[in-house]
């Protein structure tokens, strides 16, 4: 995002600021990729779409649907929420959300165990 930055600032052509642009996202997805990152060259591509359309939320949903299209179909629905956002803070549930989290995990964790599929065997 800084690089794309600098780009935006220092670039004056259109076209060069395109092909700068598009050349930086290129290599970092292709060094996700061969560095095995976590969402490898989909995090980047999604990361670069929201970055890019950044000004204005309705092109940012679109181009996260676009993204998201092909590789992560349900997450297609969370762009609902993002295009509704207001940008005022909601309720100060920070501290149920510190309790939700982890209990919610451990609670699936106990299920899992119980059915069999932990990998840990309940005697």
Do not use: N
């Amino acid at each position: 995002m800084m690089a794309i930055d600098a780009v935006e600032r220092h670039t004056e052509q259109q076209f060069l600021r395109f092909f700068y642009t598009a050349a930086l996202i290129i290599a970092t997805m292709f060094a996700a990729h061969l560095l095995k990152t976590d969402y490898s060259y989909y995090g980047i591509m999604c990361i670069a779409a929201l970055y890019l359309f950044r000004g204005s939320r309705l092109l940012q949903v679109l181009a996260g649907c676009l993204v998201f299209f092909w590789w992560e179909l349900p997450a297609i629905a969370a762009f609902a929420p993002i295009y509704l956002y207001s940008g005022e803070r909601g309720s100060r549930m920070k501290y149920f959300f510190y309790i939700f989290y982890p209990a919610h995990l451990m609670i699936l964790y106990v299920i899992c165990v119980f059915l069999g599929s932990a990998g840990v065997s309940v005697v």
